[in-house]
């Protein structure tokens, strides 16, 4: 489609002085580039490595800001070492890499769902170099061919997964995919809840939406997030990871330099502003929330939550329901630990659990897929 300059000023609200020609191809521009998005077709057909077939669908896996902090070792024959990588932590608003080990977590099971598909066993041994530090490894996976393996319908819903962060419908969660999602969710010790009467929806979304402030509010927690926006298509192909703003308005702000990593880190700019609207937006809009708890917080139980985690979010995928986690008021820095402490209320978490992941679910279009490294700049060989 094509608009006129004034028309297309007129999106903008006015306000904003666009250099722009006559005739804008609106669609297109910043649109998500073909090469971040090229691993969601799975490995290609010259990859006969089934360490490098599953690991070509285990980087589709959620992971927090998109950092992909995964690093894996192939000098083994026949195993694969995974490692986090410690120049993609979030130091800030996961001072314990609690999240990052919950990315992993999910890493490995898409890696096990994938092997199995392609008639490979994995066997996972968790730290095997005892517990984990950046310098020790997450997990060492073997692979053993094996026949008559199933394959889990999970796995078709890999490339159709998204984490879904703009506003759902006003659709409320139907009660046949709450019971399916509860029903087929298997890790009994790390209890799952959904919840979805107005009145619980309503006080979390005011916690949700305290946290969220609090972070943006903060200047060294929002600054991490700005540290991995990736404002504009061309950003976006160069980085493949991180926070992905795209769009004909991106583009129009840009131009008007309006979309800079000062302006959203400064707040009353129309980048700063627009960040929080956008991230308030859905949480207005969500209908039901769901947890996952767990009674203690090791290393291998935050792994197991990752692993929990993407199954229900596949399961989501499955029956057409979006999710989308929020993690801010669950973040273990000072600032956050009262309304951490009054989110863990509300969720009815016990002292001394924790609140591993909580999410709004719903439904929503599809926004498309997110951004992935190539697979060789994780891997050594
Ligand atoms: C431990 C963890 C925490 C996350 N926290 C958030 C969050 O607070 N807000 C959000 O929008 N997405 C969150 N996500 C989702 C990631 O942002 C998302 O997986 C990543 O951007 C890649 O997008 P995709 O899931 O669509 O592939 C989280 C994911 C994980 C695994």
Same mark, same amino acid.
Request: charged share 20%; aromatic share 6%.
């Given at each position: 489609?094509?608009?006129?300059?004034?028309?297309?000023?007129?999106?903008?609200?006015?306000?904003?002085?666009?250099?722009?020609?006559? !005739?804008?191809?609106?669609?297109?521009?910043?649109?998500?580039?073909?090469?971040?998005?090229?691993?969601?077709?799975?490995?290609?057909?010259?990859?006969?490595?089934?360490?490098?077939?599953?690991?070509?669908? #285990?980087?589709? !896996?959620?992971?927090?800001?998109?950092?992909? /902090?995964?690093?894996?070792?192939?000098?083994?024959?026949?195993?694969?070492?995974?490692?986090?990588? !410690?120049?993609?932590?979030?130091?800030?608003?996961?001072?314990?890499?609690?999240?990052?080990?919950?990315?992993?977590?999910?890493?490995?099971?898409?890696?096990?769902?994938?092997?199995? &598909?392609?008639?490979?066993?994995?066997?996972?041994?968790?730290?095997?170099?005892? $517990?984990?530090?950046?310098?020790?490894?997450?997990?060492?996976?073997?692979?053993?061919?094996?026949?008559?393996? #199933?394959?889990?319908?999970?796995?078709?819903?890999?490339?159709?997964?998204?984490?879904?962060?703009?506003?759902?419908?006003?659709?409320?969660?139907?009660?046949?995919?709450?019971?399916?999602?509860?029903?087929?969710?298997?890790?009994?010790?790390?209890?799952?809840?959904?919840?979805?009467? $107005?009145?619980?929806?309503?006080?979390?979304?005011?916690?949700?939406?305290?946290?969220?402030?609090?972070?943006?509010?903060?200047?060294?927690? @929002?600054?991490?997030?700005?540290?991995?926006?990736?404002?504009?298509?061309?950003?976006?192909? &160069? @980085?493949?990871?991180?926070?992905?703003?795209?769009?004909?308005?991106?583009? &129009?702000?840009?131009? #008007?330099?309006?979309?800079?990593?000062?302006?959203?880190?400064?707040?009353?700019?129309?980048?700063?502003?627009?960040?929080?609207?956008?991230?308030?937006?859905?949480?207005? /809009? #969500?209908?039901?929330?769901?947890?996952?708890?767990? $009674?203690?917080?090791?290393?291998?139980?935050?792994?197991?939550?990752?692993?929990?985690?993407?199954?229900?979010?596949?399961?989501?995928?499955?029956?057409?329901?979006?999710?989308?986690?929020?993690?801010?008021?669950?973040?273990?820095?000072?600032?956050?630990?009262?309304?951490?402490?009054?989110?863990?209320?509300?969720?009815?978490?016990?002292?001394?659990?924790?609140?591993?992941?909580?999410?709004?679910?719903?439904?929503?279009?599809?926004?498309?897929?997110?951004?992935?490294?190539?697979?060789?700049?994780?891997?050594? !060989?």
């Amino acid at each position: 489609m094509a608009v006129s300059r004034k028309a297309f000023l007129r999106i903008l609200g006015g306000g904003i002085v666009v250099a722009a020609g006559a !005739a804008i191809a609106v669609p297109r521009l910043d649109a998500m580039p073909a090469v971040a998005v090229e691993g969601w077709r799975g490995p290609g057909p010259d990859e006969t490595d089934p360490r490098r077939r599953a690991l070509a669908w #285990a980087l589709l !896996a959620p992971n927090p800001h998109n950092l992909q /902090s995964w690093a894996v070792d192939l000098s083994q024959p026949g195993a694969i070492v995974l490692h986090v990588d !410690a120049a993609r932590l979030l130091s800030q608003t996961d001072p314990f890499s609690r999240q990052i080990l919950i990315g992993h977590g999910c890493f490995l099971e898409i890696l096990g769902l994938a092997a199995a &598909a392609d008639g490979y066993r994995t066997e996972v041994t968790l730290f095997p170099e005892g $517990a984990w530090s950046l310098d020790r490894p997450v997990a060492r996976v073997v692979f053993t061919r094996q026949s008559g393996l #199933a394959v889990d319908p999970l796995f078709a819903e890999v490339p159709r997964r998204r984490t879904v962060k703009g506003g759902f419908d006003a659709r409320p969660l139907e009660a046949a995919h709450k019971a399916l999602l509860l029903s087929g969710y298997a890790a009994a010790q790390l209890p799952l809840v959904l919840v979805d009467d $107005a009145e619980s929806v309503d006080r979390l979304r005011a916690l949700a939406i305290a946290g969220s402030e609090m972070e943006m509010n903060t200047p060294r927690t @929002h600054k991490e997030s700005i540290d991995v926006v990736r404002i504009g298509a061309a950003e976006i192909a &160069a @980085h493949r990871d991180g926070i992905s703003l795209k769009g004909p308005m991106i583009w &129009a702000l840009r131009q #008007a330099g309006q979309m800079t990593p000062a302006k959203a880190m400064t707040p009353g700019t129309l980048a700063w502003d627009g960040g929080r609207d956008y991230a308030l937006a859905g949480y207005t /809009s #969500a209908r039901a929330f769901g947890w996952i708890t767990s $009674a203690d917080n090791a290393r291998p139980t935050q792994i197991a939550t990752g692993r929990a985690f993407v199954r229900l979010q596949l399961a989501a995928t499955a029956l057409g329901v979006a999710l989308q986690p929020h993690s801010q008021t669950l973040q273990e820095y000072p600032e956050m630990a009262a309304l951490r402490t009054a989110m863990h209320r509300q969720t009815g978490t016990p002292a001394g659990a924790t609140l591993q992941m909580f999410f709004r679910l719903g439904y929503a279009a599809d926004p498309g897929p997110s951004p992935r490294r190539a697979l060789n700049s994780f891997v050594t !060989a």
